[in-house]
Nanobody
Framework: QVQLVESGGGLVQVGGSLRLSCTVS???????MGWYRQAPGHQRELVAD???????TYAWAVKGRFTISRDDAERTVYLHMDSLLPEDTAVYYC????????WGQGTQVTISS
């Protein structure tokens, strides 16, 4: 069963930046990967994804502020987040698209105003 470990979250002020990392226990070559987030009282949503060839797609809410990237040799997917807003507060997860059945513990991102 694949294991996913997310890290890099924290508490930052509005306008700040964070870089999240997600390391996968298995090979991610050829795997379509995504970053998801879940805010309190909301369903988990996909915010960014990246194809095996490195083509990114972003949700409208984060476009122009977030950048997804991947390093297949390190089995790691990154999410660089700039110009953070209070509405970006959530637990962030990574997973495959379509999703594996298991999820990591996520990493908490809290934006203070």
């Amino acid at each position: 069963q694949v294991q996913l470990v997310e890290s890099g979250g924290g508490l930052v002020q509005v306008g700040g930046s964070l870089r999240l990392s997600c390391t996968v226990s298995g090979n991610i070559n050829g795997v379509y990967m995504g970053w998801y987030r879940q805010a309190p009282g909301h369903q988990r949503e996909l915010v960014a994804d990246i194809t095996s060839s490195g083509t990114p797609t972003y949700a409208w809410a984060v476009k122009g502020r977030f950048t997804i990237s991947r390093d297949d040799a390190e089995r790691t997917v990154y999410l660089h987040m700039d110009s953070l807003l209070p509405e970006d507060t959530a637990v962030y997860y990574c997973n495959r698209i379509p999703q594996w059945s298991s999820w990591g513990q996520g990493t908490q991102v809290t934006i203070s105003s």
